[in-house]
């Protein structure tokens, strides 16, 4: 799926750095490696809607933990499902 560019954007809000977004993701159990990441939020590569939606529940607990609710989209609000 493609909605690698709204999580760049809440990766570059949240000063978040490539290698600390893909051990948090990673951490959640994501499987695609640091370079298919990065491919991913300049949506040069599609990924399967649970990497997607792992990429956004690690920024969103990072939004959430700052009062900033939960604003990058899962797959299911992207029209993915």
Aim: glycine share 12%.
């Amino acid at each position: 799926m493609r909605g690698g560019r709204q999580i760049k954007a809440g990766r570059v809000a949240l000063g978040v750095s490539l290698v600390e977004l893909w051990c948090l993701y990673f951490a959640l159990g994501g499987s695609a490696t640091p370079a298919e990441m990065a491919d991913y939020l300049e949506d040069r590569l599609t990924l399967p809607f649970v990497e997607h939606d792992m990429l956004a529940h690690a920024l969103n607990e990072r939004f959430s933990a700052v009062g900033m609710g939960y604003p990058l989209p899962y797959a299911d609000d992207l029209g993915a499902a």
